[in-house]
Nanobody, 118 residues
């Protein structure tokens, strides 16, 4: 069973940057599509960005050009670089491993809070 642990969240002013990390243990994420999701207060969880095993990426329209997802398979870690943050980016951010590869059931992290002040 893979465990995903997010880190790097916090409070930042609008226009600032944060880098989230998702460290996996218990299995290897090399062959797995990984993603970042978020849930804002009163809203449903939504996809922010995802990256395939081959490195292809896709982003929510609301973060295109500001956020970058990347992966370091040697470190079994996925990152989300967030620039030009806006108050509407405030949410709990979750790391996700999609079912497949060496993680047949997929997995979710516990989440990390990102708060952006205006």
């Amino acid at each position: 069973q893979v465990q995903l642990v997010e880190s790097g969240g916090g409070l930042v002013q609008a226009g600032g940057s944060l880098r989230l990390s998702c460290a996996a243990s218990g299995s290897i994420i090399t062959f797995t599509t990984m993603g970042w999701y978020r849930r804002a207060p009163g809203k449903q969880r939504e996809l922010v960005a995802r990256i395939t095993a081959g490195g292809s990426t896709n982003y929510a329209d609301s973060v295109k050009g500001r956020f970058t997802i990347s992966r370091d398979n040697a470190k079994n870690t996925v990152y989300l670089q967030m620039n030009s943050l806006k108050p509407e980016d405030t949410a709990v951010y979750y790391c996700n491993a999609e079912p497949g590869g060496l993680i047949p059931s997929g997995s979710w992290g516990q989440g990390t809070q990102v708060s952006v002040s205006s």
